[in-house]
């Protein structure tokens, strides 16, 4: 800003001439204090356009301030010209499995948006990075620890942003939660009590039964929702698990977990404890306190969630959960605003997931955990 004026900046701005690359180099404050209106949106291509690309991300695209659905990237030749007449794509922003690394060179393309199975999340995260782009990878983040890494390798390495799809940390109840819990409102935390669990009937040959797409079952799915609720509900990261599995539907769960509970201990003296299943419905996040209680029923759906304390009910005004999540990942990247879901939090909770697989096979085995402050 020392040799633009203000002035100047807010003019270009107005324009729609300053690159994304340019904003992302100012200080926040004062990328803040341009005329946000003016901003270049960013671009973003969805990269899978499955249930979740369809019903939240892409509907959320058409409402968020600072990005827009730019492109698409499909392995199904049929979805191509329905999402290009729904959304305006060009066909030069259309993309497939085979071609996706020629999007480096599509300047309307600032985030590359993952959103496969699990076993897809790595490889294309890392083809995303190469490809100079910014990334939202999906939840959980990849397979297992190693692709963790991998990924954020290949960001750091491209010098562009990473980003888990945890919409809940965008989300005002939860937001509220971690407040709550940072300012000690009820006194000292005691037990955390997490459930992220649905009831899976549908189609055996899904990808989520799938080990080799999955990398596990409810525990890779849901079971991220509770980890994380245990984590911002007692603003700590556990420093061991203990874990159980139960399964009553052998026939149908044939290489993946039915349900899973597990128990964390950490070093202020809070224990919480969690349960994330494929076979039961439950969707909860409570906290015990010295001096009252919290609670979010529903904690991590993405109709609106609902919660109250000791003192009353909790009420925020309700926007698609995806449109904050986006539009925060966007201020993250155009501003330097904070990054609430790096790629640092969701390589910690695989470490947890695969600390509680490795106690399960251990004959729920106590597993210590060394996190420190990592994704915190
Ligand atoms: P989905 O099954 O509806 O869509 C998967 C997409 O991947 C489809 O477009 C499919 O064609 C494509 N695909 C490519 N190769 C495939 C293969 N070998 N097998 C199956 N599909 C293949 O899944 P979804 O619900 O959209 O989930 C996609 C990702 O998004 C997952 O990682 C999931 O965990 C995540 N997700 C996150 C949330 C959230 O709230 N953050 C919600 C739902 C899903």
Request: hydrophobic share 35%.
């Amino acid at each position: 800003m020392d040799h633009i004026s203000r002035r100047k900046f807010n003019k270009t701005l107005s324009k729609g001439i300053v690159g994304s690359t340019f904003l992302s180099s100012l200080p926040y404050a004062c990328a803040l204090g341009a005329d946000q209106n003016n901003q270049k949106k960013l671009g973003v291509a969805l990269v899978g356009l499955g249930s979740y690309s369809t019903y939240q991300l892409a509907p959320a695209l058409m409402d968020c301030e600072y990005c827009y659905l730019s492109a698409i990237v499909t392995g199904t030749p049929e979805k191509e010209k329905i999402w290009q007449d729904k959304y305006g794509i060009t066909r030069e922003n259309v993309y497939n499995y085979d071609n996706f690394d020629k999007i480096a060179s599509n300047n309307s393309v600032d985030i590359i948006y993952v959103v496969l199975p699990n076993s897809m999340h790595a490889d294309f995260s890392i083809r995303a990075a190469r490809a100079g782009k910014h990334v939202i990878c999906e939840k959980p983040m990849a397979m297992n620890v190693e692709e963790c890494d991998a990924i954020i390798d290949a960001c750091k390495k491209a010098n562009v942003k990473l980003g888990v799809g945890y919409r809940l940390h965008s989300e005002p109840y939860t937001k509220e939660i971690k407040r709550i819990v940072a300012a000690k409102e009820f006194g000292k935390i005691n037990y955390i009590g997490a459930e992220a669990a649905y009831r899976s009937t549908s189609n055996p040959e899904q990808w989520r039964l799938n080990i080799e797409l999955s990398g596990g079952g409810a525990l890779m799915n849901m079971g991220v929702y509770a980890i994380q609720s245990v984590i911002y509900g007692s603003g700590e990261n556990p420093i061991s698990v203990t874990a159980q599995e139960f399964s009553t539907r052998p026939d149908y769960f044939k290489e993946t977990d039915e349900t899973i509970t597990a128990q964390f201990e950490f070093e202020s003296g809070v224990f919480a404890n969690i349960m994330t299943s494929h076979n039961v419905s439950a969707n909860k996040l409570f906290g015990s306190c010295d001096n009252g209680w919290f609670e979010l029923d529903p904690a991590s759906t993405y109709i609106p969630l609902a919660g109250r304390t000791s003192k009353g009910p909790l009420n925020f005004k309700q926007e698609r959960q995806q449109k904050l999540q986006m539009d925060d990942f966007a201020k993250h990247v155009l501003m330097g605003a904070p990054n609430v879901a790096p790629g640092e939090m969701g390589k910690r909770d695989m470490i947890i997931v695969e600390a509680i697989y490795k106690s399960i096979a251990a004959g729920n085995k106590k597993i210590p955990l060394n996190l420190g402050q990592m994704g915190l």
